[in-house]
């Protein structure tokens, strides 16, 4: 049966013992809960591993862009010491 008589009952049809009413404690309630707390963490653990991952890409590209420089420059030094070796 669907009761809605009142705003606080819940508009299910469920056993007079079992019917909850939702009120401001039980709000309180869901926010002190713990395992809110470890979702938070969870997502400054989530944005420190995404960030380290940032990082190290960042620095990935870096150095392969120098290694890139740097085998550039050593082709053109073999190349210019076999020109002035003939």
Do not use: G
Not at 42 to 54: C, D, P, S
């Amino acid at each position: 049966m669907i009761k809605t008589a009142r705003s606080t009952d819940l508009a299910i049809a469920l056993p007079e013992n079992k019917r909850r009413t939702s009120s401001v404690e039980d709000v309180y309630s869901e926010v002190k809960n713990p395992t809110i707390r470890i979702h938070k963490r969870w997502v400054w653990l989530f944005v420190a591993v995404w960030l380290a991952m940032k990082c190290t890409l960042i620095l990935c590209l870096f150095y392969k862009k120098e290694n890139n420089k740097l085998s550039q420059q050593l082709q053109q030094q073999q190349t210019n010491t076999a020109i002035s070796a003939k």
